[in-house]
């Protein structure tokens, strides 16, 4: 019954896919079909939308225009990403130049990789190249629901047809983990949104719910036989699986820039995997940091933990966090209420070169 409570209060995010329409297109589909535009604080009626105002190109809908968006033709033609505005933050946060050479190290099932593609192909390009995302994924069937989804918004690489241009994602069926850093020089940018126990969840919002990738076993609270309780032991598994990825991830010879990101509410896969993999051999050695607030959505004021971080308050500042629920007012939307989510982006200081372990 919350849970109902706070979905009804979470608005419906779209993002407009800039890979098969511009913003043009779809304000005018809502126009045709009577949708007004008005500020966040306004959204109140089911035919009206409002634009984030932390994420550019991201647009919110009252819950009971569900439906209407979902038979659209613009949701058929891809011209619409269903994604929740927390979703949205990590390639936002990231924000690769056109011509670099990004990873995606566990993509699937490509939401943030296409939101990726979407913002590099969206800058002024100074290269003659368009890019490259190499897009990891280890699940067989994961990857298949990868490419589908790839190719359908136009984020995939193919040949050009008829002088139209593919995307600039590679989609390889690999675990990131096995990857050799060398094998990569150039990648300056990288995307590491792992498996968590998606705690933060509350509502599936891109419709796709058999793709959850959560360890929804995370509300058991019996003991397993070292007296450890099975959350806390799963916890920990994800913990330490999370920081082995990060750890890797810091190895990347020209990496410049890592988000991280979990849909979990506990503190273990989030605020306490920062400060380990800021405290690992890895980023000491290469000089990895956390970027500044001023660089990481200043404008979102749910940060981290400082009961967790505490002698570390720089921890919590530059962290997100987005708090299930949030404030309910009769009926009307909240905007800033999405499912529960954490992001941290590191960022590299020191000198960089082809010495990576
Ligand atoms: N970023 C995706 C999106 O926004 O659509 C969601 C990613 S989901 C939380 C995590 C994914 O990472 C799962 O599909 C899982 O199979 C994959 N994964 C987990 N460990 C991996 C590894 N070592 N290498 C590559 N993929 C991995």
């Known amino acids: 019954a919350l849970y109902q409570e706070m979905t009804a209060r979470m608005p419906r995010w779209i993002r407009i896919n800039s890979l098969r329409a511009t913003r043009e297109e779809v304000f005018d589909w809502l126009t045709e079909n009577k949708f007004h535009l008005v500020t966040e604080r306004e959204l109140t009626g089911v ?70 593609s979407a913002i590099m192909f969206s800058k002024p390009n100074p290269k003659p190249t368009k890019g490259r995302i190499d897009a990891f994924e ?11 989804r790839l190719a359908a918004v136009g984020a995939l690489q193919t040949k050009p047809l008829a002088g139209i241009a593919g ?43 058999e793709d959850d990738d959560v360890e929804n076993d995370t509300t058991d609270t019996t003991t397993t036989d070292s007296g450890e309780s099975k959350l806390a032991h799963r916890l920990r598994q994800l913990s330490e699986f999370q920081q082995l990825m990060i750890r890797h991830a810091f190895k990347f010879p020209a990496l410049e820039k890592v988000v991280y990101s979990t849909c979990s509410i506990h503190a273990e896969e989030n605020e306490v995997v920062v400060m380990k993999a800021l405290d690992s051999e890895e980023a000491r050695e290469k000089g990895w940091t956390l970027a500044g607030r001023k660089d990481v959505i200043p404008s979102w004021k749910v940060r981290g933990d400082r009961k967790v971080c505490a002698g570390k308050e720089e921890v919590a500042e530059s962290v997100i966090r987005c708090i299930p629920g949030g404030e309910g007012d009769g009926d009307k939307p909240n905007v800033e209420s999405c499912n529960g989510f954490f992001v941290a982006c590191f960022v590299r200081t020191g000198e960089r070169g082809g010495n990576a372990a």
């Open 47 to 116: 035919k009206e939308f409002a634009e984030s105002e932390h994420v550019p190109g991201l647009l919110a809908f009252h819950p009971k225009a569900t439906s209407l968006l979902l038979k659209s033709g613009m949701y058929r033609e891809n011209w619409i990403v269903m994604q929740d505005l927390a979703s949205c933050f990590p390639a936002y946060i990231l924000d690769p130049p056109a011509a670099t050479h990004v990873i995606d190290a566990t993509s699937a099932p490509g939401n943030k990789t296409s939101h990726l």
């Open 138 to 148: 280890r699940d067989a069937v994961r990857f298949k629901t990868l490419l589908k």
């Open 167 to 209: 995307g600039n994602v590679i989609a390889q069926r690999k675990d990131f983990l096995t990857t050799q850093p060398h094998d990569f020089p150039d990648v300056t940018h990288m995307l590491l949104d792992p498996s968590c126990s998606g705690s933060g969840i509350v509502n599936r919002l891109d419709f796709l719910k």
